[in-house]
């Protein structure tokens, strides 16, 4: 099995960033749960802000829909004034946290060792952690995709150990390509995932049961996911404005479904 790539359910990951209230939360629940068929093989994930979350998991009780987090802080508690621990999200039942999200690195100057504690405080609470990389679009114009996920990959895994990969996903999300209505070219998307599983595999010396999961996000829509999910290294999609709108969000879920 070492280093195969194999066929896994397919994971469709929203993340809706800083929108919905708490009302507006529950109405988008409430059309989309009954549009979500109780018997899903794709993994279907809605990282919501904090303050749905409470929410979020009452509405999707029963159902195939995880909660995940945006951001956690990488202390356990203490004088953090403002921030949220891993421990805190496990306890409201949080099963999911996006981790150096390039708005995050971008806005709040994140870098690749604070993404890192994070990451293992998230492993710490048994939160399994979607963490983002990608270059801007400057590094691509410069040919230096590779080198871009290969520091950021490597510099979020440190320390990490073998058995604790099961929990990690990675999101490639070129920086140019979120919320701009640019994707990647879907071929290069598939390469630079195949690239990831390979960096996870030299790194840990091919000691893996499996790849690594990987996931493509910026500017995925129904229109084009059925491409992007047809690509065989590209385990799913992070997916933010498409997100934020039930019945597209729906139709997504669908297509990955039909994928399989
Ligand atoms: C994201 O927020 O991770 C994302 C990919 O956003 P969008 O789909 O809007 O480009």
Not at 19 to 25: I, P
Not at 27 to 45: D, G, H, Q, R, T
Not at 127 to 144: M, R
Request: proline content about 2%; aromatic content about 8%; charged content about 25%.
């Amino acid at each position: 099995m070492h280093g195969e790539v194999v066929s896994r359910k397919k994971i469709i990951a929203g993340n809706w960033k800083m929108n919905f209230t708490s009302q507006e939360a529950e109405v988008f629940l409430k059309k989309l749960v009954p549009l979500v068929k109780a018997n899903m093989n794709s993994e279907i994930i809605l990282c919501v802000p904090f303050v749905d979350i409470e929410l979020a998991k009452r509405e999707t009780t029963g159902t195939n829909i995880k909660i995940g987090a945006q951001n956690c802080y990488f202390e356990k508690s203490g004088a953090f004034t403002g921030e949220i621990s891993a421990e805190m999200l496990r306890s409201l039942g949080v099963e999911y946290v996006i981790l150096g999200h390039s708005e995050r690195r971008t806005y709040f100057l994140e870098n690749d060792k604070i993404i890192n504690k994070k990451v293992k405080a998230a492993l710490d609470e048994n939160l399994k952690a979607i963490v983002c990389v990608g270059e801007t679009a400057q590094q691509k114009e410069w040919l230096e995709t590779n080198e871009v996920v290969f520091s950021q990959v490597s510099a979020a895994l440190q320390g990490i150990k073998a058995e604790d990969l099961k929990n990690i996903i990675f999101a490639y999300e070129p920086m140019w390509s979120i919320g701009t209505g640019k994707t990647a070219n879907f071929e290069i998307a598939r390469r630079v995932c195949a690239y990831i599983k390979k960096i996870v595999k030299n790194l840990y010396e091919e000691q893996l049961p499996s790849d690594i999961a990987t996931l493509y996000g910026g500017s995925v829509n129904a229109k084009n996911v059925k491409q992007i999910l047809s690509k065989d290294t590209i385990d799913g999609s992070l997916i933010g404005g498409a997100s934020l709108d039930v019945e597209e969000f729906s139709e997504i879920i669908n297509i990955a479904e039909a994928i399989l």
